[in-house]
């Protein structure tokens, strides 16, 4: 399973376009990068999903690199709600593998 | 998006006694489910994964007869932790696959309190 490594924490502004990154360096041929968002108390969310160059929806952009061994979370114009834990998972598709979260990147956004 | 619910969302109960957190995948059939557990300011900590009519693949460290998975059917997966005592208060999660995507499918979590 390819490890991720992540930022322990990160302050933010309103606002501000807030990125995250996740080193992956083991990333598999055949694995996918998968960012969730975990309140307190809740299950995570998931957020986005990609396996290469870039990938956009209605919350964020993800950007992956050519060697896939590192991606970036892009949260625009990040609001007092964003404040949450927001973890990097790289597995292959199929659902059926065993996800092994890292410590996740605690996102604090202040007023 | 697929949804995962789990039942209670929070139990207390006493040191000795077994408790039963039901998972299940509202709006789609999940040929695998997972198990976490998350203490406070921790990361999810896998536990085990659980294939519908199949033993449960529990990750090391974890002890199977105190966790209790049963996969019975595609949509409900039960964890009962057995003789529980303080040291099992934890935030329990649940996730499960429709074997498509590599997107797990969380539920909302189980607050355990053993007294």
């Known amino acids: 399973l390819a490890k991720t490594t992540q930022p322990i924490s990160m302050d933010s502004y309103e606002g501000q376009e807030v990125n995250i990154t996740c080193s992956h360096n083991n990333i598999a041929t055949n694995d996918y990068i998968t960012w969730y968002q975990q309140f307190p108390s809740q299950g995570p969310r998931f957020i986005i999903q990609?396996?290469?160059t870039k990938v956009t929806n209605e919350v964020a952009s993800l950007f992956i690199p050519a060697d896939r061994k590192s991606s970036t979370l892009s949260l625009p114009r990040v609001s007092l709600s964003d404040t949450a834990v927001y973890y990097c998972?790289?597995?292959?598709?199929?659902?059926?593998?065993?996800?092994?979260f890292g410590a996740g990147t605690r996102l604090f956004v202040k007023a | 998006g697929a949804v995962v619910s789990q039942h209670p969302s929070r139990v207390i109960c006493k040191s000795g006694t077994s408790v039963k957190i039901e998972c299940r995948s509202l709006?789609?059939?999940?040929?695998?489910m997972f198990w976490y557990r998350q203490f406070p300011k921790k990361s999810l900590m896998l536990m085990a994964t659980s294939n519908e009519g199949s033993k449960a693949t529990y990750e090391q460290g974890v002890e199977k007869d105190k966790f209790l998975i049963n996969h019975a059917s595609l949509t409900l997966s039960t964890l009962t932790v057995t003789s529980a005592h303080p040291e099992d208060s934890s935030f329990y999660i649940c996730?499960?696959?429709?074997?498509?995507?590599?997107?797990?499918?969380f539920g909302p979590g189980t607050r355990l309190t053993v007294t």
């Open positions: 990609g396996y290469k």
């Open positions: 998972l790289v597995g292959p598709p199929g659902g059926g593998f065993k996800t092994i």
């Open positions: 709006d789609f059939q999940a040929t695998t």
């Open positions: 996730s499960a696959s429709d074997g498509g995507r590599a997107e797990q499918y």
